[in-house]
C-alpha cells in the first residue's frame, strides 16, 4: 500500500526526550515512511546540545527555539508553518497543552490543510484539562477551538472518546485509533542472565519493573509504599524503575540501601527494550493514562503486567487473561497482587504468554494503515 502524501507531525518534544507520546510519534513515522509517506516532524528545541535540524531513523526533524512564557513561542511554530506551507499536506498534532496545537489550529485554517488532533491523556490528565490550567489566553481559547474545527481527533482509547464526547466533540469527528507498538523479541534464558549481568542487574533475582517519568500522576508514591510490604515478604524480589530526569534526594537515599531492592535507572542510552527482556513482571501504577505506550510494549515483550483501572488500561488487560488489575491509589491491592506474582512464576507464564498475543492486535504497521487510510479520506475532496 503506497502513500504518497506529505504529514508534518507537530510534537512539544520529540527525541532525546523519551516519553510514550514521542515514541509513539517516532514510530508511527517511521511506519508511514515504509508505507511511502514523506513524514516530518516539527518540534521544540529544549537544549542548546539538541541540533535544529537533523535527520532520526530517516525522519527529518526541525526543533525551533523556546522562550518563556511558551505562549511567545507561536510567531516561531506560525512562521516556521508558514514559509513551508507547500511542503506539507496534512497536519498532524500530538497532545494539546502547547503552543504547537494554536499555531498548527491557524496554519490549517489559512493554508487550508486538514488537520488532525491526537490527545494522549483521559482522567485528571486529558489534554483539554491541561490546556485550560497550563495555557494563557488567548492561547488557551486557539487551543480548545483547533480541537473543535479540526478535520479527525484521534481517540486513542474509549475513555478518551467518552471524554470528547462529554465536551460536546461530534461523534463523527471522532477516530479511534490505538497506539502501535514494535514487537520485541523474547531471549533464550541464558542470553536473558547474561543481560542482566550486562545492565548491572542480579541474575536470579525476581525483577518488577516500572517505567516512565517521576511525575506524581505515574504512581511511583504508591508503588513505594507497597514495595515496604514486598520486600520483607520476598526478599528475592527487585523493582528496576527506568526513565524520569534526575532523581529528588529522597529517591536517591532509596538506591543506597542494598535491604530496599529499588534500582532507579534514568539514563537510557540502548532505550526501554533491553529492560523489558530480562524483567519478570512489569507494573503501571498510574493515575491517569491514555493508551500506555509502556504498557503495550511490556505485554509485547511477553510480560506479566500489572496496572490500574484507569484509561486504556482496562481495554488491554482482561483481569486474569493477560494481566491483572488494582484500583488506583490503594496500596493494598497493589502490593497483594504483585506478592500474588512474584510468588507464582506459572501464573507470570501464563498472563506473559496472553499478554504476548494481545499485543499482536496492537502492530504498529496495522496502526500506521489506518492513519494511511484516514489521511487519505481527509485529502480526498481537497484532491
Not at 514559509?83 to 504547537?100: A, G, K, P, Q
Not at 490543510?113 to 486557539?142: A, H
Not at 514487537?183 to 533475582?205: S, T
Not at 487473561?321 to 497493589?334: A, I, T
Request: aromatic letters at 6%; a positive charge; charged letters at 20%.
Amino acid at each position: 500500500m503506497s502513500g504518497g502524501h506529505r504529514v508534518l507531525m507537530a510534537i512539544p518534544h520529540f527525541y532525546p526526550t523519551v516519553g510514550g507520546a514521542e515514541r509513539q510519534c517516532l514510530k508511527l513515522s517511521e511506519a508511514l515512511i515504509e508505507l511511502g509517506m514523506e513524514v516530518t516532524v516539527l518540534t521544540s528545541r529544549l537544549s542548546k546540545k539538541d541540533l535544529r535540524s537533523e535527520i532520526i531513523n530517516s525522519i527529518p526533524v526541525t526543533r525551533l527555539r523556546v522562550l518563556k512564557p511558551i505562549e511567545a513561542n507561536l510567531p516561531f511554530w506560525l512562521l516556521y508553518l508558514s514559509s513551508h506551507r507547500f511542503d506539507y499536506d496534512i497536519l498532524h498534532v500530538h497532545l494539546l497543552s502547547h503552543v504547537h496545537s494554536a499555531a498548527c489550529f491557524m496554519a490549517a485554517r489559512m493554508f487550508q490543510k486538514p488537520l488532525v488532533i491526537k490527545p494522549g491523556n483521559s482522567g485528571s490528565r486529558f489534554d483539554v484539562r491541561l490546556v485550560r490550567e497550563e495555557l494563557r489566553w488567548p492561547m488557551r481559547r486557539l487551543a480548545e477551538k483547533g480541537l473543535f474545527h479540526a478535520h479527525a481527533v484521534v481517540a486513542i482509547c474509549r475513555a478518551i472518546r467518552a471524554e470528547l464526547l462529554e465536551i460536546g466533540l461530534p461523534s463523527d469527528r471522532i477516530v479511534e485509533i490505538p497506539n502501535g507498538v514494535e514487537a520485541i523479541d523474547l531471549l533464550p534464558d541464558q542470553v536473558r542472565r547474561e543481560n542482566r549481568l550486562r545492565l548491572g542487574l542480579p541474575e536470579d533475582a525476581c525483577i518488577v519493573l516500572r517505567a516512565g517519568t517521576l511525575h506524581p500522576k505515574k504512581g511511583l508514591g504508591v508503588l513505594l509504599q507497597a514495595w515496604e510490604h514486598i520486600r520483607s515478604h520476598c526478599p528475592h524480589a527487585l523493582l528496576v524503575s527506568i526513565g524520569g530526569a534526575s532523581l529528588p534526594q529522597e529517591l536517591s537515599r532509596l538506591t543506597e540501601e542494598a535491604s530496599n531492592r529499588v534500582r532507579f535507572v534514568t539514563d537510557l542510552p540502548e532505550g526501554i527494550t533491553p529492560y523489558l527482556q530480562v524483567a519478570d513482571i512489569f507494573v503501571l501504577p498510574s493515575f491517569a493514562e491514555g493508551l500506555s505506550n509502556a504498557l503495550l510494549e511490556a505485554q509485547s515483550a511477553g510480560l506479566a503486567c500489572l496496572a490500574t483501572r484507569v484509561g486504556g488500561n482496562s481495554e488491554v488487560i482482561e483481569e486474569g487473561r493477560n494481566g491483572l488489575l488494582v484500583d488506583p491509589g490503594s496500596v493494598e491491592q497493589l502490593a497483594q497482587s504483585l506478592r500474588t506474582l512474584i510468588c507464582s512464576p506459572s501464573l507470570r507464564h501464563a498472563l506473559g504468554q496472553n499478554a504476548g498475543l494481545t499485543a499482536l492486535k496492537y502492530d504498529i504497521r496495522k496502526v500506521a494503515r489506518e492513519y494511511l487510510l484516514l489521511y487519505r479520506r481527509l485529502l480526498a475532496p481537497c484532491g
